[in-house]
């Protein structure tokens, strides 16, 4: 199993541009979640997903949109990205409430 | 409402001696919960977990964990502390939403720790 991938790992942007970032899971979990980790700070949730057609708002989910059309994939977008932005997220799964598992990441700056 | 507290932003320790990370929750059901280790410019990786069964959770690299109900505390602890250990860990939570039904994951702000030669 490769349990998480997130695509890509480092990403320069500029500020307006948008981007998708891709996260699959080869575990069958239901649930998906997108994290924010800014410097020295610990995760925000921006978006999570129950099941495959069903999405719902983390904390910080404004300037960010999600889709989830099947099990293994819970992919990212940002539209019109700001320096606000600029961050590492993190894409996880879990079945019901037991562990999260973490993908790698993907290192984001907009500049 | 679910919420984890870490009561130590930064523990330092030299290699050796034994590490103790503090983490109390509170939860409205019965939780479950974990601890992970982010080492520097990497993903979060599971250290263990508590899922009711034992209370006394043993996990990798020689951590473990003990849950105490009364106590609403699940304290990280290592005998001995290596270099290796050095990175930031996070108490995570884990509960049923009583509105949505969902689980919830609350995670701690984190505890960076230390290890001195």
């Known amino acids: 199993n490769a349990g998480v991938t997130q695509t890509p790992k480092f990403r320069i942007l500029k500020i307006g541009q948008s981007m998708t970032l891709q996260c699959t899971q080869d575990?069958?979990?239901?649930?998906m979640y997108w994290y924010r980790q800014d410097p020295g700070m610990g995760l925000k949730l921006i978006y999570y997903?129950?099941?495959?057609?069903?999405?719902d708002k983390g904390e910080v989910p404004n300037g960010y949109n999600v889709s989830r059309s099947t099990t293994e994939d819970f992919p990212l977008r940002l539209e019109l990205a700001a320096p606000s932005q600029t961050s590492v997220y993190f894409c996880?799964?879990?079945?019901?409430?037991?562990?999260?598992?973490f993908g790698p990441g993907t290192r984001l700056t907009v500049t | 409402a679910q919420s984890v507290t870490q009561l130590d932003s930064h523990v330092s320790v030299s290699e050796g001696t034994p590490v103790l990370l503090r983490c109390n929750y509170s939860s409205s059901y019965s939780p479950s919960l974990f601890w992970y280790v982010q080492h520097p410019n990497k993903g979060l990786q599971l250290l263990l977990k508590y899922t009711s069964a034992a209370t006394l959770v043993k996990g990798i690299n020689g951590f473990e964990a003990e849950f105490k109900k009364s106590e609403t505390s699940f304290h990280l602890t290592k005998p001995s502390a290596h270099m290796s250990d050095a990175a930031e860990y996070f108490c995570?939570?884990?509960?049923?939403?009583?509105?949505?039904?969902?689980?919830?994951?609350?995670f701690g702000t984190g505890t960076r720790l230390k290890v001195l030669a």
């Open positions: 996880a799964s879990s079945s019901l409430g037991y562990e999260q598992y």
């Open positions: 997903s129950v099941g495959a057609g069903i999405t």
């Open positions: 995570v939570v884990s509960d049923k939403d009583s509105g949505s039904g969902t689980y919830k994951y609350i």
């Open positions: 575990m069958n979990h239901n649930y």
